[in-house]
């Protein structure tokens, strides 16, 4: 199947920085989104985005799906951007189902 | 906005109990999925359904059912509960119409004792 890469696993950032995740992907792909897991555990959608770039707020996101990736953008971050990010995706050929990277769990320090 | 809504956002049951939990979605999406979401295993397909009344294994379905007799709610049954089944479980839905955009649900953290 698909496999799903995302790094870095972990990141702290101090309040007010940016940072770049990325996303890699090993097959074409029709459907890539981007979640912010928080503290209570609820998936929430960022970003849909299989090809392009789309921003919103402090965040931003590209996907080159010719050169199978994604980047999540988060500028000036703020202590509630801590949690967990996933990209998660459905390959051209994999009928319905999602398929999630590992994620990358981005802690915010004041 | 689409809204996903599981039925208890925290559940503790014994082992050997028949558990129920309960997904459902307001935006008549034709597919609806069960994930569970382990420490350090992410988070892993257990089943999903494409139309009501069908169903398709996903990665992990071992002692796991479900039932889809309503397009707008989908329920996994663990038959007999075990203590490895204590996880977080995650119910999302999507439609080819919205690109299958997949929306989640609040989650559901099991406890099996």
């Known amino acids: 199947g698909i496999q799903v890469e995302q790094s870095p696993p972990d990141l702290i950032l101090q309040e007010g920085a940016n940072s770049t995740l990325r996303c890699n992907f090993s097959d074409s792909v029709n459907n890539l989104q981007w979640f912010h897991q928080n503290p209570w555990g609820q998936l929430i959608n960022l970003f849909y985005?299989?090809?392009g770039t789309k921003q919103n707020g402090r965040l931003s996101a590209t996907t080159v799906a010719t050169e199978r990736y994604s980047l999540l953008y988060i500028s000036s971050s703020q202590t509630t951007d801590s949690g967990v990010y996933f990209c998660a995706i459905i390959s051209s050929g994999g009928y319905q189902k999602v398929t999630f990277g590992t994620g990358t769990k981005l802690q915010v320090i004041p | 906005d689409v809204k996903v809504t599981q039925s208890s956002r925290y559940l503790v049951k014994r082992t050997g109990e028949k558990v129920f939990l309960e997904c459902v979605q307001d935006?008549?999406?034709?597919?609806m999925f069960w994930y569970r979401q382990d420490p350090g295993l992410g988070l892993r397909l257990i089943y999903f359904s494409y139309d009501v009344k069908m169903k398709e294994k996903g990665d992990i379905p071992e002692g796991y059912s479900v039932s889809r007799e309503k397009k707008e709610r989908f329920s996994l049954i663990l038959e007999s509960a075990s203590t490895n089944q204590t996880s977080m479980y995650l119910c999302?839905?999507?439609?080819?119409?919205?690109?299958?955009?997949?929306?989640f649900g609040q989650g559901t953290r099991l406890t099996v004792v």
């Open positions: 999302a839905s999507s439609s080819r119409f919205q690109g299958l955009q997949a929306f």
């Open positions: 935006m008549d999406h034709e597919n």
């Open positions: 985005i299989p090809s």
